[in-house]
């Protein structure tokens, strides 16, 4: 703290100090001393809580995943797997195609896997992902392998996005 603070400090005690402004120096002093010690205390929380912040904030960016990390993530060999064996997928009327699994990947995105070549309609994904997560925003359609289509909710309207 300045010396200039200190006076200020100094002189507002003796104003108030009982006896006015012929008080005891020594009780000006400490008083003095006093005050600069809290604030000084003040200033220290101050920083603290201003580095606390600062550290919930870093914690808390957002996560952005682009389409490359989510295709990333897609396990390949699992759907070769799938191929290679013979089966027959389920055909849904709502989605009007054949379909694997419904996968919840976070909080409000959901994964649908498809057999290679097909492709779902955009409502009744949408349909089908709102009954299995009502909070969904983003839906992500694969047809084999590959990242197909997504669904983003933004606002209250769906934007589909191709990555044939």
């Known amino acids: 703290m300045s010396e200039f603070s200190r006076k200020r400090i100094a002189a ?5 100090a009982p006896g006015g402004p012929d008080a005891s120096g020594m009780l000006v002093e400490c008083l003095t001393d006093a005050v600069c010690g809290i604030t000084k205390i003040l200033q220290e929380i101050d920083v ?10 870093e ?7 682009t389409a490359e990390e989510v295709n990333a993530k897609h396990l390949a060999s699992e759907f070769e797997q799938r191929q290679q064996n013979d089966r027959t997928w389920p055909f849904s009327d709502k989605l009007l195609c054949h379909w694997i699994k419904w996968t919840p990947v976070a ?5 649908l896997y498809l057999p290679e070549g ?3 309609d955009m409502r009744g994904a949408i349909s089908v992902g709102k009954s299995l997560m009502p909070d969904v925003v983003i839906i992500a359609t694969y047809s084999g ?4 289509t997504t669904y983003n909710r933004l606002e209250k309207r769906w934007r589909a996005r191709s990555y044939e």
């Open 12 to 16: 507002a005690i003796t104003r108030h």
């Open 145 to 148: 392998k590959d990242l197909d």
């Open 59 to 65: 914690r808390r960016q957002p996560i952005i995943i």
């Open 107 to 111: 909080s409000g995105v959901l994964e």
């Open 118 to 120: 097909e492709h779902c």
């Open 48 to 57: 603290t809580i201003a580095e606390g912040f600062g550290k919930i904030a």
